[in-house]
């Protein structure tokens, strides 16, 4: 009995925990991103405050980058599956506007594309891509607050477990 009444206490310890932790006031950096628009490819205007209040995939690629570009398929049935999910993708093309463009007319995305270009580099870095290596997604709660980075390629896997921490 006195073993179950510490794993009680242990997991309700751990809950106020969790709970005070996704409450903390955003860092600067998350903030900033909070505030920022992207130019899109079709010339409309992508405001990150729009998806505020909703869990958010943001991977920043390039259509120069083998591993971005393999990993977009699986991005585009993420967000296709958004109202199952409720996770909302909004991709950061760290690359020219016309290579985008290009790239788009090719593959035929329904996620929003926002054009970074070399200030998504910077971003990146803010929100803990230390390398500046691409890809690099990084998933927000509902809150505003990262929940998961990842340099390198998404896997199927990894982005189930993502999903899963946020319900």
Not at 136 to 147: A, E, H, N
Request: a positive charge; one cysteine or more; hydrophobic letters at 45%.
């Amino acid at each position: 009995m006195l073993s179950t009444a510490a794993v009680a206490g242990l997991a309700g310890a751990g809950v106020a925990w969790w709970q005070s932790k996704a409450t903390q006031p955003l860092t600067p950096e998350v903030d900033a991103f909070w505030r920022m628009q992207f130019d899109q490819p079709d010339g409309a205007t992508l405001n990150m405050q729009g998806f505020q209040g909703q869990a958010l995939l943001v991977n920043f690629w390039a259509t120069w980058c083998p591993p971005c570009v393999e990993e977009i398929p699986l991005l585009e049935s993420i967000w296709r599956e958004k109202s199952v999910n409720r996770l909302q993708v909004v991709g950061l093309a760290v690359d020219q506007p016309s290579s985008v463009r290009k790239f788009l007319e090719k593959n035929q995305l329904t996620f929003p594309i926002g054009l970074a270009g070399l200030k998504g580099t910077a971003l990146a870095r803010s929100l803990g891509n230390s390398v500046s290596a691409l890809p690099f997604s990084v998933l927000f709660d509902s809150k505003g607050q990262i929940r998961a980075q990842k340099m390198g390629k998404l896997e199927a896997n990894e982005l189930s477990v993502w999903i899963q921490s946020l319900k």
